[in-house]
């Protein structure tokens, strides 16, 4: 079984949470799976696969995700890494492949990445800032959707073999 480091960028939690959903999932295929903060993860030596989430806000991905991505670049060529991101709010990422956003795309193809996926963010009413509470009057919710995280978990699982 792999060795995976799970690791992302994360402002309100809501993507923290989908990384423990999907090392819990690759955890039950019987893989070893650390889960981290990527402004935390210090390396990539030793793992086997790494999977890099990060929170969308306004169509960037989190900073911590893209500096982890970038600091760690040559290193992730030589492994298998998966990329997901979360955040659109309403129900477009339970009904279609969503693609990586431009940012994303470009880390993407830079670390030949095995593949992203874009799962549905949360945003809670109680929301603090001027655009964020603006957000939540119309648009709060948790759009995440475990079983298609931990079916996309699964399904990467597979292709390790």
Excluded: C
Aim: glycine content about 10%; charged content about 25%; aromatic content about 8%.
């Amino acid at each position: 079984m792999a060795r995976i480091l799970v690791t992302y960028g994360s402002k309100q939690g809501s993507t923290a949470e989908i990384a423990e959903w999907i090392g819990e999932t690759l955890r039950q295929d019987g893989h070893h799976v650390d889960v981290t903060a990527a402004q935390q993860a210090r390396q990539v030596q030793g793992y086997d696969v790494v999977i890099l989430g990060g929170a969308l806000y306004a169509g960037v991905w989190h900073k911590d995700a893209r500096r982890f991505a970038r600091r760690h670049a040559e290193t992730l060529r030589n492994r298998s890494v998966w990329l997901f991101s979360s955040g659109p709010l309403g129900d477009a990422a339970a009904r279609k492949d969503i693609p990586p956003v431009r940012g994303v795309a470009t880390l993407s193809a830079r670390l030949e990445a095995a593949g992203h996926v874009t799962f549905g963010g949360r945003l809670a009413p109680e929301q603090s800032g001027f655009v964020a509470s603006a957000m939540a009057k119309k648009l709060a919710g948790d759009y995440r959707d475990r079983e298609r995280i931990a079916a996309w978990a699964k399904s990467v699982s597979a292709r390790l073999g």
